[in-house]
T-cell receptor, first 117, second 115 residues
């Protein structure tokens, strides 16, 4: 079974400061990992993904995430937060050992990011 | 042009009614999904169709029936609505292969309120 945990319900950060949104995962094989962002009254938007290769993945809007296999983590980061980054962030995982017909992501419960001016 | 569009945006109805939510994608994707987001923002997959064939059917009451007339459309019909069905329902699409594993494109959601 695959699962993902986002330990923080909410993260508050001052504008201009670096931000981190945490994510850990559990899979039996190797993971495909994703971050999505949801703005109020909108659907989720893809930010970035890790499939294989370089552990540091760069995505949209200046976000990046670091895959750490030993810690089974995929934390989302940004060097300098903007007020417009305030949104709900979802980490998601799929086990590469998922059988045919199991093309599904498991999403975390989401972390609300508030960037304070 | 909206990539994934779903209608209606808001749906308020009485318990026991039957309602449908429509979804269309103009991205040429071969896979479409329905997700349910509850009041705590927890997101859970309900169904997935690949080229009009059902490939994921999570533990969802059989009052929920998806219909895919073609690969650009995936509609969700709900019979005998219950209070617990109140949620935001998201349609999504993706294209497998070509290095685009699970890059989902979501619609803006349908807020269903059952009274």
């Amino acid at each position: 079974a695959q699962s993902v945990a986002q330990p923080e319900d909410q993260v508050n950060v001052a504008e201009g400061n670096p931000l981190t949104v945490k994510c850990t995962y559990s899979v039996s094989g190797n993971p495909y990992l994703f971050w999505y962002v949801q703005y109020p009254n909108r659907g989720l938007q893809f930010l970035l993904k890790y499939i294989t290769g370089d552990n540091l993945v760069k995505g949209s809007y200046g976000f990046e995430a670091e895959f750490n296999k030993s810690q089974t983590s995929f934390h989302l980061k940004k060097p300098s937060a903007l007020v417009s980054d305030s949104a709900l962030y979802f980490c998601a995982v799929r086990d590469t050992r998922s059988g045919a017909g199991s093309y599904q992501l498991t999403f975390g419960k989401g972390t609300k990011l508030s960037v304070i001016p | 042009d909206t990539a994934v569009s779903q209608t209606p945006k808001y749906l308020v109805t009485q318990m026991g009614n039957d309602k449908s939510i429509k979804c269309e994608q103009n991205l040429g994707h071969d896979t479409m999904y329905w997700y349910k987001q509850d009041s705590k923002k927890f997101l859970k997959i309900m169904f997935s169709y690949n080229n009009k064939e059902l490939i994921i059917n999570e533990t969802v009451p059989n009052r929920f029936s998806p219909k895919s007339p073609d690969k650009a459309h995936l509609n969700l019909h709900i019979n005998s609505l219950e209070l617990g069905d109140s949620a935001v329902y998201f349609c999504a699409s993706s294209q497998f292969g070509q290095g685009e594993v699970e890059k989902l494109f979501f619609g803006s959601g349908t807020q269903l309120s059952v009274l």
